[in-house]
């Protein structure tokens, strides 16, 4: 859908006439260019070549399309405990009594957790071994259940590793999937953020145990353009990557720069908010640690205007419902069964 030809010229006549006016309407053709025109739509998996889809596939192909990623408050009250046949023959209950106990690792009264920062990397990093160009990857579970996480781009995320395969070994009875586990807990991580979005999920996905393909993680020393490629090959657009680079407003980091071990990338890291992108721009690297990628993404022609304008006053309200639409399709990288998925939304955490 494009800006009407008539409502351009007045805005520009407008910007002729007064040149105060001139910014903020470039932010307001950005912002609705990007609401419009400049996320992904590719559909991905068996919704592809799908003749019929079910009532789950629609949904998620809505979604991948462009509908609200974001959760209403729809909440879900477990039949019996964990141990009853009632709670065993559902899946939501199952998940419930998982994402109860994920809850009170991720979050305290300062805001998210360490753990909670690295489930939301571990998330993206088994997830982002696909590619259009792989045969197997995505988010799989292969992160937890090959040699993958001993690779040099997944240091740090040992920690949180072992602490999902402690809960894998403890609910894998139930029917859940290490895939599905390590995505509940990126998505239950980032809600448990303050100011944090609640993003649509689903359940099902299938595990492999095969490593996933190498060199297709972005790497912090990385430049703008390779990663737009790299991204563009897992069918996100450039403005898709500004979006979801925003959730280094959790990150702590520990091997980019060893001296500052611990250094986070802004100066909020227990609160999901916008000031990673004000402060990236700013580039003030003695008070956090600014990636030499995301410096990069945040000069870089082609992404420069959306990385501003997720920096600006009311950027927050802006990204975050559009990080959750490119998390979204993050999540269901390489997933090849979207049909038959089970959502599970209801037993996250409401937003704090």
């Not at 307001?28 to 079910?54: K, M, N, W, Y």
């Not at 009170?104 to 071994?129: P, V």
């Not at 403890?170 to 859940?176: C, E, P, Q, S």
Request: charged share 20%; net charge negative; proline share 4%.
């Amino acid at each position: 859908m494009k800006t009407p030809l008539l409502v351009g010229v007045v805005a520009a006549n407008y910007a002729l006439a007064y040149p105060s006016l001139d910014a903020k309407l470039t932010e307001i053709q950005a912002r609705h260019d990007f609401a419009l025109e400049r996320r992904s739509t590719e559909l991905l998996g068996d919704l592809v070549d799908s003749i019929s889809l079910t009532v789950v596939g629609t949904t998620i192909k809505a979604i991948l399309q462009g509908a609200s990623a974001v959760a209403d408050a729809s909440t879900y009250t477990p039949p019996g405990d964990l141990a009853s046949d009632v709670c065993k023959q559902s899946v939501l209950c199952v998940w419930f009594y998982i994402v109860d106990e994920l809850k009170d690792a991720f979050a305290d009264s300062e805001g998210c957790t360490d753990l909670a920062r690295g489930a939301i990397r571990q998330g993206f990093h088994d997830a982002a071994t696909w590619d259009k160009n792989s045969d197997y990857g995505g988010a799989d579970g292969s992160l937890l259940l090959s040699d993958e996480l001993t690779r040099s781009e997944n240091r740090g995320l040992e920690e949180i590793g072992a602490q999902t395969n402690v809960w894998y070994d403890k609910y894998k009875g139930y029917g859940i999937s290490m895939a599905d586990l390590i995505q509940t807990a990126a998505l239950v991580g980032t809600v448990s953020c303050p100011g944090g979005p609640r993003i649509r999920h689903f359940v099902g996905r299938q595990d492999d145990s095969r490593a996933g393909p190498t060199g297709k993680l972005p790497l912090p020393q990385q430049d703008a353009q390779y990663l737009i490629d790299l991204f563009s090959a897992k069918t996100f657009t450039a403005d898709d990557l500004v979006a979801l680079i925003g959730a280094h407003t959790a990150s702590k980091q520990k091997f980019v720069d060893v001296t500052r071990s611990g250094a986070s990338q802004d100066s909020t890291p227990n609160v999901w908010d916008n000031k990673y992108y004000s402060e990236v721009i700013k580039g003030d690297n003695t008070s956090i640690l600014i990636f030499h990628s995301d410096k990069s993404i945040s000069n870089y022609a082609s992404t420069k205007s959306q990385f501003s304008i997720f920096a600006g006053s009311g950027g927050q309200a802006l990204w975050s419902p559009i990080y959750a639409q490119a998390y979204f399709r993050m999540s269901i990288l390489g997933v090849g069964n979207l049909n038959n998925l089970t959502e599970i939304t209801q037993v996250l955490p409401l937003p704090r």
